[in-house]
């Protein structure tokens, strides 16, 4: 751990790893919340594994057609809104199953990933970051992105908050309300797409939906309020990442799963010390 902190302080990529962190647990405890008390975990992760088909899309342009300006993380934000885009509408307006539109999207993307990939000359090294993330490689203009997100994330959610936490607890009420409970649903699923891109900068596109639910999802224990849960879930995530970075960095391990391992234990620890503590007052009774 202070062999990272001195890192810190004299090297301007672990600065940026920090940064990144921080700037990111803001957009992993805000969306975090609405996907973990909404539950449509299943379709974040859906939207994360699509995620490579985009990115697989824009390194072959990039570098088999020379489009030396489209980078990978544009073709990802695109997969990643059309894939929450496909996915509303299918839940809104189809009679198919929505896990299996989720099952879907999910392996098309994947397979369209590999097969770009594939196509693409050369060893597309940084596609292999993205699945499992390069935190520490995260550069100036990446701090930009992630500074924009939070800000358009909070803006946003300041603006529905109350009709976010409407369709999020009670959907049925928020009808009554004159909500429009469809727009509402969908934007939710924009906000995750794009938190979903940010994260995999992070932990990859493999360990993204860890992230993006542990923290909230702990959160959710102590919290009385859903702004409580997304603040204590913002720091919550931020501190598992500092540790991870921390832990990560003597033995050169891989930060991003380390991070997801924290965060892991960090959970079940709280689950089990819960557990306990409610085992002890009923008296011992199961």
Do not use: K
């Amino acid at each position: 751990m202070p062999e990272f902190w001195n890192a810190v302080l004299t090297q301007p990529l672990a600065r940026n790893a920090v940064l990144a962190a921080l700037l990111l647990s803001v957009a992993c405890g805000t969306v975090g919340t609405y996907v973990v008390v909404r539950r449509i975990t299943y379709i974040a992760a859906g939207v994360a594994h699509c995620v490579l088909g985009g990115m697989g899309a824009a390194r072959y342009l990039q570098v088999a057609l020379g489009w030396g300006w489209l980078h990978p993380i544009y073709g990802a934000l695109v997969a990643a809104l059309a894939a929450a885009g496909i996915i509303g509408w299918v839940s809104l307006n189809s009679r198919e199953r929505e896990d299996s539109a989720i099952s879907a999207v999910w392996s098309v993307g994947m397979a369209l990933g590999v097969i770009f990939i594939y196509l693409t000359p050369g060893y597309a090294s940084d596609l292999m970051g993205y699945l499992f993330g390069n935190i520490l490689l995260v550069t100036g203009s990446h701090l930009y992105i992630l500074l924009a997100l939070d800000v358009v994330i909070m803006v946003i959610v300041a603006r529905w908050y109350d009709e976010f936490e409407a369709v999020c607890f009670d959907e049925e009420y928020a009808r009554t309300r004159n909500i429009n409970v469809n727009r509402i649903y969908i934007l939710l699923l924009a906000l995750t797409a794009l938190t979903v891109v940010a994260l995999s900068m992070i932990v990859g596109i493999v360990l993204v939906i860890a992230l993006l639910t542990l923290p909230a999802a702990l959160a959710g224990r102590f919290a009385g309020s859903l702004a409580q849960m997304m603040a204590l879930a913002a720091v919550l995530c931020a501190l598992f990442c500092l540790l991870g970075l921390g832990i990560s960095y003597g033995p050169d391990l891989p930060a991003g799963p380390v991070i997801i391992v924290v965060a892991g234990a960090c959970y079940f620890l709280a689950s089990l010390l819960f557990a306990l503590a409610r085992y002890f007052r009923s008296g011992g009774r199961a």
